[in-house]
């Protein structure tokens, strides 16, 4: 290139710094803007981590009860009213949105149980969270990316940490995955904003307890299909719950393993619907017994769909049915007895 | 550790701060050792390659320059240049040749057996080889001098800026700024040198980042893209290798500047090109001209009749494809820019606009040769030959499909962007000191104005930060 003779007036740099300065206020400024109507953005992949960070912190110390799992558990077994009939005196449950085993165990073995030391810890589980899949994935690579969980779990590098900061002073930087695609950002400031779950003090899921089966949103049996199409139970997930009961057999936790009741639609979603439950059940089951755990099958006996809110989380009245199931298992632990 | 990493922005503001406070042969000590270790970065199991190739190659250089016999000079310029493409051919090629077999013998009915030797490519192998060989042969034509400083050759082939994906150099372009003491770049040369940073960072990580992600998305899924979708992904490549390499060049450039090196250009606006022939004497010249030198010439060139040059033509662009990549997509991406080159050599209408600003009159000839681009980066990008050739019948027959019209926005918002400092660049080059009609490139360039050129920067910056986060992308042409 050619070279060209490069004329600066005194004061340039000034004017130059100056100017770069405005434009990036002006740019943050219009980001503030916007922001509002988009949806808000933590440090962690969804609000409800931030939800049980707090609800964590608050019953900070040592746990008699901690429930770990998805939002089946969250929905369907509070440590508060297990309390209130008998149970532990202090429990949280700390469940996950649509997990894989990986990101539970993940979550659990690098970051919650970094801070508590529970007496017991109750596992629920159902099919979903042993399939592979896009979901499955996306979901353990949210969690492992996100700032929240590299600070907590001690992984935040220099460079995580330089970003962490950005986001946490700039609007801009904080959501630019919603700035980086124009045609997204449009339909994120028409949508509906989502409205965050709302846990109770335990961390309880509260929402969808007064609904029924036949009131289930067709987005919600869509996401589930999704998810259990050409189900087979994945080896990485049951070696992930081997891993989690191991860890917790190291620490002399004592862990109640729950299958947690489902509908026939929920196991109908599978290719192979019965036998694939089947499968689940036996693999799941046998890495229950081999690492330690006691094991509660509650699809032992029948579930009406009345009880259910969605095809597979418990409403209220469901909840209220299980909950002293819970309670005998865990009254049936060694440490218990 | 990539250019557009922050490690490597530490890594070079070091490098900087400490290598103008040495004298000059400790600079070059400490600029071998940056270097290799920049390399061994990446994986330092093939950094004795490196170093045993350099040895080899700075030892046949004296040996060269020692004798007249020519019987000898021969035998140990052809040693050394089998000795180079034996090492691309067994690190490259190797897996490419044996499945290559394998299914030649089961297409004729043989069974093979599908072998592979889990060779890993080491990172810039093609670029050092192929600078390597040009050293070598250059004395041997008597052209330059064989190097007597260890250090200075070591830096040739591993000066950490050009060492990855080129460009690809020659001894006299460099040898010479190695052996010289360099003068310390003023302010001027320093703000020009953060400049070519930022600019090859936006084009990377703005441009052609984002439009991967939409490449991807098209080209994975061919068959159940419209026609439309993948005319729009096959843009997308076309902007994305563009700004991914270009801006790896200028990165490289910049970094160089900062060391008080000057490393040519290795793109001239190649989308403005009016012919095949333009576009090649304008895109990755550093590979195309090191083609024309080493092969294309000493085939015979244009020198033996119409279709001597069109077997030479095509001989070369087809191992132009190869030198990309082991495998038969990149092969015909070369033969397809071969027989191009061939037609437009035997129409004789081949129009050279590389040395005139971008002119109205030129677009409709720039759309013809940049379709014909896009035509062939349509093999160059899809994973197998039938992918391609299914993007290629879907988009002719215009079939309908999925379109991903984020696609149509993305490039409506980046193209102009490549396309305006294109036509500003082209004009500045040809004619420095003629008054370009935007004001952009004079107020830039030669009177940089604070407010606009602060107003950029801004931009730039907080593109960056919009379209940063996550773990760096790595360059397209790193994987050559």
């Known amino acids: 290139m050619a070279q060209h003779s490069v004329v600066r007036r005194p004061g340039w740099g000034r004017r130059f710094a100056l100017s770069v300065l405005v434009t990036l206020l002006v740019v943050e400024g219009a980001a503030r803007v916007v922001a509002p109507y988009l949806e808000p953005v933590g440090r962690w992949p969804r609000a409800d981590y931030t939800g049980h960070e707090k609800g964590l912190a608050a019953r900070a110390g040592d746990l008699d009860l901690l429930v770990l799992g998805s939002s089946v558990v969250g929905r369907d077994i509070s440590p508060d009213r297990l309390r209130d009939i008998g149970g532990p005196a202090v429990g949280y449950n700390y469940w996950l949105a649509g997990p894989p085993m990986r990101s539970i165990d993940l979550l659990a073995t690098d970051v919650v149980l970094q801070r508590v030391s529970p007496s017991v810890v109750l596992l629920g589980v159902t099919m979903r969270e042993f399939v592979d899949g896009p979901s499955a994935r996306a979901h353990l690579e949210a969690l492992r990316q996100s700032p929240g969980f590299q600070a907590a779990s001690g992984r935040l590098g220099w460079i995580d940490r330089l970003d962490d900061r950005l986001q946490q002073v700039s609007v801009l930087a904080r959501h630019r995955t919603d700035f980086r695609d124009p045609v997204a950002l449009v339909h994120n400031i028409q949508a509906e904003p989502l409205v965050p779950e709302q846990l109770g003090a335990d961390g309880y899921l509260l929402d969808r307890g007064d609904d029924h089966l036949a009131d289930e949103p067709a987005a919600h049996v869509a996401q589930e299909q999704a998810v259990m199409a050409g189900y087979e139970v994945n080896p990485a997930d049951v070696d992930a719950l081997r891993h989690l009961l191991e860890v917790l057999r190291d620490r002399g936790v004592e862990v109640l393993v729950v299958n947690l009741p489902v509908t026939e639609r929920f196991i109908a979603m599978a290719d192979d619907r019965r036998a694939d439950y089947e499968a689940y059940l036996r693999q799941v089951r046998a890495a229950a017994e081999e690492g330690g755990a006691a094991w509660l099958d509650t699809m032992d006996r029948p579930w009406p769909d009345r009880l259910f809110a969605d095809v597979n989380h418990l409403n209220n009245q469901g909840a209220a049915r299980l909950q002293p199931l819970v309670l005998d298992a865990l009254e049936r632990l060694p440490a218990a007895g | ?480």
């Open chain 2, 1 to 480: 550790m990539t250019f557009n990493s922050l490690p490597y922005a530490a890594f070079l503001a070091v490098v900087t701060g400490v290598v103008w406070r040495l004298r000059h042969r400790d600079q070059n000590r400490f600029l071998l050792a940056v270097s290799y270790l920049f390399y061994g970065a990446w994986d330092w199991r093939f950094l004795a390659l490196l170093v045993g190739s350099t040895v080899i190659g700075y030892t046949a250089g004296i040996a060269l320059e020692g004798t007249d016999d020519p019987a000898r000079r021969r035998a140990i310029v052809m040693s050394r240049v089998a000795l180079n493409l034996a090492i691309l051919a067994v690190f490259k090629y190797a897996n490419f040749f044996l499945a290559s077999a394998v299914a030649g013998l089961e297409a004729v009915g043989l069974s093979g057996t599908e072998t592979s030797l889990r060779i890993i490519l080491p990172i810039a192998i093609s670029y050092y080889t192929f600078e390597e060989i040009s050293y070598t042969v250059d004395i041997y034509r008597r052209d330059i001098r064989a190097c007597r400083d260890p250090v200075a050759y070591g830096l040739f082939v591993a000066f950490f800026p050009k060492l990855v994906a080129g460009p690809i150099l020659r001894p006299r372009e460099l040898l010479p700024q190695i052996e010289r003491p360099r003068v310390r770049p003023d302010g001027d040369r320093v703000l020009s040198a953060l400049g070519l940073l930022l600019w090859g960072l936006v084009k990377k990580v703005v441009i052609a980042d984002t439009l991967a992600q939409l490449t991807n998305e098209i080209y994975a899924r061919p068959g159940s893209q419209s026609g439309l979708g993948l005319a729009l992904g096959t843009l997308c490549f076309a902007g994305q290798i563009y700004g991914d390499f270009s801006g790896y060049t200028d990165m490289a450039r910049g970094a160089a500047r900062l060391l008080g090196f000057e490393l040519p250009l290795n793109f001239r606006q190649p989308y403005l090109s009016s012919s095949l022939t333009a576009f090649w004497r304008t895109w990755h010249i550093s590979l195309s001209s090191w083609l024309r030198d080493y092969l294309y010439i000493p085939l015979g060139g244009n020198r033996q009749g119409l279709n001597r040059t069109m077997v030479n033509l095509l001989t070369v662009m087809v191992l132009g494809g190869l030198w990309h990549g082991a495998g038969w997509t990149f092969l015909i991406w070369g033969a397809i820019h071969g027989v191009a080159l061939g037609a437009e050599r035997l129409s004789g209408r081949a129009v050279d606009n590389t040395e005139t600003v971008a002119r109205w009159q030129d677009l409709p000839r720039i759309l013809v040769t940049f379709a014909v681009v896009c035509l062939a980066w349509v093999f160059f990008r899809a994973p197998t030959v039938g992918d391609a050739w299914t993007i290629v019948v879907r988009i002719a027959t215009l079939a309908p499909g999925d379109t991903m019209w984020t696609a149509a926005v993305m490039l409506a918002l980046l193209g102009p962007v490549l396309v305006v400092t294109d036509v500003v660049q082209r004009r500045i080059q040809v004619d420095p000191e003629e008054p370009v009609d935007s004001r952009l490139g004079p107020a830039l360039l030669r009177r940089p104005r604070p407010v606009l050129t602060g107003w950029l920067v801004g931009v730039a910056l907080t593109a960056l930060v919009v379209t940063s986060g996550g773990q760096p992308v790595p360059f397209i042409y790193f994987q050559f």
